[in-house]
């Protein structure tokens, strides 16, 4: 196993480096999209792949990171470690599971320290069926010159004015009101786009050849940013539907120690979405009996996370901000999903192993 320090990287390009080295020491089959923008620091991008198994497995277990780029810091440093891991992958090997590690969704919301792709679209709300229309979100329509005023940081009338509609709709319709998606505003929070994103389009070109042969997946998406610090939330990512429920509590709460919470009961830290990322699996993969959840891990209070992206939305909508205004405001971006200390990182990785080995029971039984 490496140590946790080493599988955490400080920037983007050194994360990937990391990961394709463990792809291949591990003699995973690896496989690069890259991205048509350079990031941050001119490197290049990509979504990278690498499958540790036979291709035609039937049981696969996708292990994916940086659905929302800043986000990727941790996810990455998962990644790396379960690479790393030799009882971890004889594991998967002898239980018959084959493990698709899928790195940096949003390569470039990971480079430039942003929960967003280049098009300013949160990737986790963009898998709608754009012919039709598109959910509405009126109370996020309300909240947006509130959210995202002409000057940061916002003035204390501002802030008073948030307070106000929270204290009088409750702090629930506020999370739900601000994050559960929103296609209206481009520039806005939580905007889920007009059409797929490139980040959508390449993840379908990668579950694609997955149809042939895939007939039991499992699917662990890591996420940061909602919890109590440290603490992993296993979040249902599926249907409303009772047995995709009940056989992912089978699988990832099987002592009653560890709940799977849902958004369709109102048991999870987070709010009830739209366009969630899992929805591409019932169009990709029909064939598939499928079970997932997002391991979404605390950091910092929720306000403080609202903040961290309320300054980077609207450092989006100020081109001409000075550098040193822009530097503060990815480093407080980075400090709201990722927190940089070994006792965190270690929780980090204690949970995802567990979950790990868990899905991979789950899918060979």
Do not use: K
């Not at 003699?27 to 001119?42: C, E």
């Not at 440093?77 to 690479?83: D, F, H, M, N």
């Not at 106000?164 to 505003?185: D, E, L």
């Amino acid at each position: 196993m490496i140590d946790p320090q080493q599988a955490f990287a400080p920037s983007y390009a050194r994360a990937r480096v990391q990961f394709l080295e463990a792809a291949a020491a591990a003699g995973a089959s690896i496989r690069s999209h890259n991205h048509p923008l350079p990031g941050a620091d001119g490197e290049t991008l990509a979504m990278d792949v690498a499958l540790d198994g036979p291709a035609g497995a039937r049981e696969l277990l996708i292990v994916s990171s940086a659905c929302h780029g800043v986000e990727g810091f941790c996810g990455s440093g998962v990644q790396v470690a379960a690479l790393h891991d030799a009882a971890w992958r004889d594991h998967a090997r002898t239980r018959g599971v084959a493990v698709l590690y899928i790195h940096a969704l949003n390569p470039h919301g990971f480079s430039f320290q942003r929960r967003v792709t280049h098009e300013n679209v949160d990737l986790n709300r963009n898998f709608q069926d754009f012919s039709q229309p598109l959910p509405a979100n009126p109370a996020y329509d309300a909240l947006q010159p509130l959210l995202l005023p002409e000057t940061w940081p916002p003035s204390a009338d501002n802030e008073a004015a948030l307070d106000a509609w929270v204290a009088q709709h409750g702090q629930a319709a506020f999370q739900a009101a601000v994050s559960q998606g929103q296609y209206r505003h481009a520039d806005g929070m939580f905007y889920g786009g007009q059409s797929p994103t490139w980040s959508q389009q390449t993840l379908r070109q990668v579950l694609q050849p997955l149809a042939a042969t895939v007939r039991r997946l499992g699917w662990i998406d890591l996420h940061t940013g909602l919890g109590p610090s440290g603490v992993g939330e296993r979040i249902f990512a599926g249907r409303d539907d009772a047995a995709a429920y009940a056989r992912a509590c089978r699988w990832w709460n099987p002592d009653g120690l560890t709940p799977v919470t849902s958004i369709y009961d109102g048991s999870s830290s987070s709010a009830r979405l739209t366009g969630l990322m899992w929805n591409v699996v019932y169009e990709v993969l029909p064939q598939a009996e499928y079970t997932g959840i997002a391991l979404e891990y605390g950091t910092v209070p929720f306000r403080e996370v609202l903040q961290a992206l309320r300054a980077d939305h609207w450092l989006h909508r100020q081109p001409q901000a000075l550098p040193a205004q822009r530097a503060a405001v990815r480093q407080q971006m980075r400090d709201a999903f990722y927190r940089d200390n070994d006792a965190w990182r270690q929780q980090v990785l204690v949970q995802a192993r567990q979950a790990l080995f868990q899905a991979a029971d789950g899918l060979a039984a």
